[in-house]
């Protein structure tokens, strides 16, 4: 059974440019999940996808915004980049969400630099 | 918003020793999980529970959901090299279904 799938796994980019990540899900899992993680600072929830629906999501700017298709991959988009975006964004997918048991399956990531 | 404490933040062990870390917070929690990310990798769930005082073991792991519903606990017995890595700690919003991860645990264990 494949495993969550994101695109590309490294990436850098300078301050002012916007970054598409892709991320790809277990097949017959309908919800995707956008972490990002940065040292000393763990795993902050962005935004969680069911069923081509934002469903939940972090206290992060409108910078970041996300979607899903109907096929269940999601993607995450961060516009007018910042030094401080710079960092490895997790995604994860799971059966239904946030509405089940919290197991989710997380993918390698994707590691962003901002110069 | 809402937020959990995880300690320690890193150990340095040795192979062989014990290893204990736990996770707090000032909200109640319907579910504790326990995640291990391995360098280059994304976390990989080790431990989940569901019950006020649940104690639950996965070989040489043992994890236990706090009385209280605001905390949980991590054990690692006779840690070997492999067992390095992140350790996060994740609890489950009662309202919402959200998952709350803490900052992580970075262990290191010397042969």
């Known amino acids: 059974k494949a495993g969550v799938t994101q695109t590309p796994r490294y990436l850098i980019k300078t301050r002012g440019q916007q970054v598409t990540l892709s991320c790809s899900p277990i097949s017959g899992h309908r919800s995707v999940s956008w972490y990002q993680q940065t040292p000393g600072q763990g795993l902050q929830f962005l935004f969680e996808?069911?069923?081509?629906?934002?469903?939940n999501k972090g206290n992060f700017p409108g910078r970041f915004s996300g979607r899903q298709f109907s096929n269940s991959r999601s993607e995450m988009n961060v516009s007018t980049l910042e030094l401080g975006d710079s960092a490895l964004y997790l995604c994860a997918s799971s059966v239904r969400g946030f509405a089940d048991t919290g197991e989710l399956f997380f993918g390698e990531g994707s590691r962003l630099t901002v110069l | 918003g809402q937020q959990l404490n995880q300690s320690p933040q890193s150990m340095f062990i040795q192979e062989g020793e014990d290893v204990s870390m736990n996770c707090t917070s000032s909200s109640i929690f319907n579910t504790w999980l326990w995640y291990k990310q391995d360098p280059g990798e994304g976390p990989v769930l080790l431990i989940a529970l569901y019950k006020a005082g649940e104690l639950t073991s996965n070989g040489r792991l043992t994890a236990q959901f706090g009385i209280t519903r605001k905390d949980s606990f991590l054990n690692i017995s006779a840690s070997i090299p492999s067992d390095v890595g992140i350790y996060f700690c994740?609890?489950?919003?009662?309202?919402?279904?959200?998952?709350?991860f803490g900052q992580g645990t970075t262990l290191q264990v010397k042969p």
């Open positions: 994740a609890g489950q919003d009662s309202n919402t279904g959200k998952l709350i």
């Open positions: 996808y069911f069923s081509e629906t934002q469903r």
